[in-house]
C-alpha cells in the first residue's frame, strides 16, 4: 500500500515541478522599442528558438577573437530591446519589466548573462531613447 | 608532364613587370594600416603583441591618475573593502632597504608570454589571446581562483560580491576572476590607447606608453629599441609585454 | 583466495542514530553556509585577494588526503599480502569513497560559480593539474568501487590483488596530483618544489591511519564490534612508522630552505617570528602532533590500550589539519618578493603579511564536508555488509590461516566452504536478534580475554 501511495505521491511531485514546460509564448507582455529599427537582426521565430546559439556563438567570437560585429553584440540587443520605463529608469533584469525576463521568469530559466553583462544600455544610447520617446 | 610555354612578349612583359612593381610598394601602403585597426570582423592574431612601456622616471608618487582612470573606465566600484575590492592597476611605492633609495610604478597584469596563469586553469579560462593579451573568459571561469595563486604579480582579483552596474564594454560578475585586460575593447576598436596610459599622458607625466611590440615603427619598439629596460622577475622567464624603464 | 571473513550488517542502533544526527546537523550547517555564500559572494568569508583560498580549501584538503590514506589499510592486505588486515578491507574502501566525497564536495561549494560544475567537467586544459585531478578524483571513485566488488563478490576474491594493486598505483597518483597543485606553483616561495608530493603521500598514510583507528575505536565501543590487542599492536607500528616519515620530509624541506638564503624571508617568518603559523607549526603540529603521539605510542601501559591509541590518533589527526593549515594559508600570507631588495608598499597589500581571520561560514562549510562523509558511511555500513562480526585476536588470526597448498588441503577447504555456506543459510545474520548478537560476542570475548583497557 505504502508504495502504491510513494508512487502517487512522486507522481504529482513530479507533475508539479515540471509543467513549466508548458508556459507558452503568446500570453507574454513584450515592451520592444519599435522606434529604434522595425525588425530585429533574425525572424522573430528563428530568434525566439534559437536566441542562445547566437549569443552563445558570438561570446566566442568576441573574447577569444576579438572580433566586435554589431548585429549579435549583446550590447546592440540590450540596446534595441531594453527601453526606460515611464520615469526614465530601466528596469532590473530581476523584473518582468525587463525584456529578457519577461520570457525567462515565466519559463524559470536563470539569465546567468546579467550576472555579469550590462542589462541596461549605456549612457549615451540612453540619453537618445528618452529623446526619442519624447519626440 | 607539361611543357608551359613562356610567353614573353612585349605586351606581356609590361603587364607582368607593372603588377609587380605595384604589388612591391603595396605593402608601404596597407601594411601600415593593419599593425593600428583591424576590421571589426576580423580575428586578432599574432602579427600584433600588444604592450606597456612604463617609465618610472616619469611617475610621481602623489599621482593616481592611472588607477582612477582605470576604475571609472571599467567600472570598478568602491565597496569600502580593501581586501576584496578589485584592483586592476595600482601605484606600488618602493623604498630601497638600505639607501632609502625610493621610486613608485603602476603595477598591473603583466600579460606574459608563458603565463604561469594560464597553464594553472582547470578549464582554460584563463588564455593567451593571438595578440599577446592574457585575457580571463568568464564563461568559462568557475572561479576556482587557482590562477590567483599561481601569479607572481599578484595581478588578479575574484569578485566576492553581486554587482550591478557594469559597463557594457566590460563584463564582470560576482563568482569571477578578473585582471587588468589592456582595456582591450579599446585595442579591438584600434584606439591604440588603453585608459591607465591616455590618463597617464594627460596629466602630463607620460609615464605609461601603449603600443604593438611586434611592429618595428611603433613608438614603443623604438624606444625598446633605444633604452635600456627590464621585466619584472625577469628570472621566472615569463617574457612580459609589460617593460619597465628607471628601475 | 576466498574471504573467510564473516560480515555483518550494522543494525540501527543509539551510537548510530546519536552520530547520525551529529553528522545530518554538520550537512545542515554546511547547507545554510552554502546557500549564503552563494547568495551573497564571499565577501562575507574571510578568504580575499590575498588569501585566496582558507579554511574550506584545508578541509577539502585533509579529507581528500584522509580518503587516500584510508585506502591503504586495505592495500596492506591485498597488495603486500599481510592477510591479517583483510577483514578491514571493505570497510578500508568504503571509508576511502566517503572521505573523497566530502572533501570534493566542500571543494566544489566553495568555488565562486558552483553552477558551473558540468563546464568544469567537460572543458579541460590538460596542462593545469587541476583537470588531471577531476579525472584522478572520480576516476578512483570508480576504481574503489570496482576493487570492493572484487572483495564483496567471493568467485573473484582471486582478482582482489590485482585490482587492489592498481588502486594502489591510482591513490598514490591521485596523492601525488594533490601535492603538485602546490608544487607546480612558481610564484610563491613557500611552495614551487616538488617535495610536497611526496610529503602529502606520507600525510596521507599517517592521516588515513590514524583516522582508521578511530573508525575501529567507535565501532568496538559504539557497535559491539570487539577489537583485539593484535590488530591495536598493528596499528600502533603504522602509526609510529608513518609518524616518522612524514617528521622526516618536514625536517628536510625546511632544513633545506634555510640552507638557502633566498628562502630565508618565508622560513623566518613560518618558524621564528612569533605569529600564529609559528605556534601551528610548533606546538601544533611538532608538539601536539608528533612528540605527544609518539610519547604516548613509546609508553608500555597506553601504547597496549585501545584507548591510548585512540588518544594518539587524534593527536595525529589534530597535528596533520594544522600542518595542511600551515601549508596552505602561511604560504599565501608571506608577501610575494617583486623587488628584492626594496620595500614594497600599495593599496593591494603588496610587501605585507596578509592576516586570514576564518570566517563561521568557512568553517561550517568545511563541517558540512565531514557530516556528509559520516553519512554516506553510516547509511553504507546498515544496507551491504562491510563491517566485520568481530576484530578480536580469534577472528583476525582465522584470516591469517595460510593458503591450501596439498591437495588433501584443498579438499578441506571446499568443505569447510560448503559448511559455512550451509551456517549462512540456516540462520541469517539480520534475523539475528541484536540481543542473540551481543550475548554472542560476549561469550567469545569472555573465552579471549579483552587485552587491557585503562
Redesign the interface.
Known amino acids: 500500500m505504502y508504495k502504491i501511495l510513494s508512487i502517487k505521491i512522486s507522481l504529482a511531485l513530479f507533475l508539479v515541478l515540471f509543467s513549466g514546460s508548458s508556459i507558452t509564448h503568446e500570453n507574454i507582455n513584450h515592451n520592444i522599442d519599435i522606434s529604434s529599427g522595425d525588425k530585429c537582426v533574425e525572424p522573430t521565430d528563428i530568434m525566439r528558438a534559437q536566441h542562445h546559439i547566437f549569443i552563445n556563438h558570438q561570446?566566442?567570437?568576441t573574447?577569444?577573437?576579438?572580433?566586435?560585429?554589431?548585429k549579435y553584440s549583446l550590447?546592440n540587443c540590450?540596446n534595441c530591446h531594453i527601453k526606460p520605463l515611464a520615469d526614465g529608469s530601466y528596469p532590473s533584469v530581476k523584473t518582468e519589466e525587463h525584456f529578457c525576463s519577461a520570457c525567462h521568469i515565466a519559463a524559470a530559466v536563470k539569465v546567468?548573462c546579467f550576472?555579469?553583462?550590462?542589462s541596461k544600455?549605456?549612457k549615451k544610447v540612453a540619453k537618445k531613447n528618452i529623446e526619442d520617446s519624447s519626440k | 608532364m607539361k611543357k608551359y610555354k613562356i610567353k614573353l612578349d612585349r605586351r606581356n612583359f609590361l603587364k607582368s613587370s607593372g603588377m609587380l612593381g605595384m604589388s612591391s610598394l603595396a605593402p608601404g601602403v596597407f601594411f601600415q594600416e593593419l599593425a593600428h585597426a583591424r576590421p571589426?570582423?576580423?580575428?586578432?592574431s599574432s602579427k600584433n603583441r600588444w604592450g606597456l612601456l612604463i617609465d618610472a622616471n616619469q611617475c610621481s608618487e602623489d599621482c593616481n591618475a592611472c588607477v582612477t582612470a582605470c576604475n571609472e573606465e571599467h567600472g570598478i566600484e568602491d565597496f569600502g573593502r580593501p581586501t576584496t575590492d578589485t584592483q586592476y592597476i595600482r601605484k606600488l611605492n618602493l623604498t630601497h632597504e638600505d639607501s632609502g633609495e625610493s621610486l613608485t610604478i603602476p603595477m598591473m597584469c603583466q600579460h606574459c608570454e608563458n603565463p604561469p596563469c594560464v597553464d594553472v586553469c582547470p578549464t582554460g579560462a584563463s588564455?593567451i589571446?593571438?595578440?599577446g593579451i592574457v585575457?580571463v573568459?568568464?564563461?568559462t571561469c568557475i572561479g576556482c581562483r587557482y590562477c590567483m595563486m599561481s601569479c607572481p604579480y599578484k595581478a588578479r582579483s575574484f569578485i566576492h560580491e553581486n554587482?550591478e552596474?557594469?559597463?557594457?564594454?566590460t563584463?564582470?560578475?560576482?563568482?569571477?576572476v578578473e585582471s587588468c585586460n589592456l582595456c582591450?575593447?579599446k585595442?579591438?576598436?584600434g584606439e591604440n590607447t588603453t585608459a591607465c596610459a591616455e590618463a597617464c599622458n594627460k596629466d602630463g607625466h607620460q609615464a605609461i606608453l601603449f603600443g604593438d611590440l611586434n611592429d618595428p615603427e611603433s613608438e614603443i619598439s623604438k624606444k625598446l629599441n633605444k633604452y635600456k629596460t627590464t621585466e619584472v622577475r625577469s628570472d621566472l622567464g615569463l617574457n612580459t609585454a609589460v617593460r619597465y624603464r628607471g628601475i | 583466495m576466498r574471504d573467510k571473513t564473516d560480515y555483518i550488517i550494522v543494525e540501527f542502533s543509539k551510537a548510530i542514530f546519536i552520530y547520525g544526527l551529529v553528522a545530518m546537523s554538520f550537512i545542515g550547517l554546511g547547507f545554510y553556509s552554502f546557500v549564503t555564500l552563494e547568495h551573497e559572494g564571499h565577501w562575507l568569508t574571510g578568504m580575499n585577494n590575498q588569501i585566496v583560498w582558507g579554511l574550506p580549501h584545508v578541509f577539502a584538503i585533509f579529507l581528500i588526503i584522509a580518503a587516500s590514506g584510508v585506502l591503504n589499510i586495505a592495500s596492506i592486505s591485498s597488495v603486500f599480502n599481510i592477510k591479517i588486515y583483510k577483514p578491514l578491507g571493505r570497510l578500508s574502501a568504503l571509508l576511502a569513497i566517503s572521505l573523497l566525497t566530502g572533501g570534493l564536495i566542500v571543494l566544489v561549494l566553495d568555488l565562486g560559480r558552483p553552477?558551473r560544475l558540468i563546464v568544469a567537467m567537460t572543458t579541460f586544459n590538460f596542462k593545469s593539474i587541476f583537470a588531471w585531478n577531476v579525472f584522478l578524483y572520480s576516476g578512483f571513485m570508480a576504481v574503489v568501487a570496482l576493487y570492493l566488488w572484487m572483495m564483496f563478490e567471493a568467485r573473484y576474491n582471486k582478482f582482489v590483488g590485482k585490482v587492489g594493486t592498481f588502486a594502489f598505483a591510482w591513490r598514490v597518483t591521485l596523492t601525488t596530483g594533490t601535492g603538485s597543485i602546490f608544487a607546480f606553483l612558481v610564484a610563491k616561495e613557500a611552495y614551487n618544489g616538488a617535495l610536497l608530493a611526496p610529503l602529502f603521500i606520507a600525510l596521507s598514510l599517517l592521516v588515513g591511519t590514524a583516522f582508521f583507528y578511530k573508525i575501529l575505536f567507535w565501532m568496538d565501543r559504539g557497535l559491539g564490534i570487539p577489537l583485539g590487542s593484535e590488530i591495536i599492536k598493528r596499528f600502533r607500528k603504522l602509526l609510529i612508522y608513518f609518524i616518522f616519515t612524514v617528521f622526516y620530509i618536514t625536517i628536510l624541506s625546511h632544513l633545506t630552505n634555510l640552507y638557502v638564503t633566498k628562502n630565508h624571508g618565508y622560513e623566518f617568518f613560518l618558524l621564528f617570528s612569533g605569529n600564529i603559523y609559528t605556534f601551528l607549526f610548533w606546538g601544533c603540529q611538532m608538539i601536539i602532533g608528533t612528540l605527544f603521539p609518539l610519547l604516548i605510542l613509546y609508553n608500555k601501559k597506553l601504547s597496549k590500550s585501545a584507548s591510548g591509541l585512540l588518544y594518539a590518533s587524534i593527536l595525529v589527526l589534530f597535528g596533520g589539519f594544522s600542518m595542511l593549515y600551515v601549508i596552505i594559508i602561511s604560504g599565501q600570507a608571506f608577501p610575494l618578493d617583486l623587488f628584492p631588495g626594496y620595500i614594497e608598499r600599495s593599496s593591494f597589500f603588496d610587501g605585507v603579511e596578509a592576516t586570514y581571520v576564518p570566517s563561521i561560514y568557512e568553517f561550517m562549510l568545511g563541517l558540512g564536508g565531514v557530516g556528509i562523509a559520516a553519512a554516506i558511511y553510516l547509511f553504507a555500513i546498515m544496507v551491504l555488509d562491510f563491517t566485520p562480526r568481530s576484530l578480536d585476536n580469534a577472528a583476525t588470526a582465522m584470516a591469517n590461516v595460510p593458503e591450501p597448498v596439498t591437495e588433501e588441503q584443498l579438499e578441506e577447504e571446499k568443505e569447510s566452504q560448503e559448511e559455512v555456506v550451509d551456517e549462512k543459510s540456516s540462520v541469517p545474520t539480520d534475523q539475528k536478534t541484536t540481543e542473540e548478537l551481543e550475548t554472542e560476542e560476549k561469550n567469545k570475548s569472555a573465552d579471549e580475554g579483552k587485552p587491557a583497557e585503562e
Not at chain 1, 573574447?63 to 554589431?70: C, E
Not at chain 2, 571589426?40 to 586578432?44: C, I, K, M
Not at chain 2, 552596474?165 to 564594454?169: F, R
Open positions: 561570446s566566442h567570437e573574447v577569444v577573437n576579438g572580433i566586435r560585429t554589431k550590447n540590450i546567468e550576472d555579469c553583462h550590462a544600455p549605456y | 571589426l570582423n576580423e580575428p586578432a588564455f589571446r593571438a595578440d585575457l573568459n568568464k564563461h554587482l552596474n557594469q559597463v557594457p564594454h563584463p564582470r560578475g560576482k563568482g569571477c582591450v575593447h585595442v579591438d576598436k | 553552477d
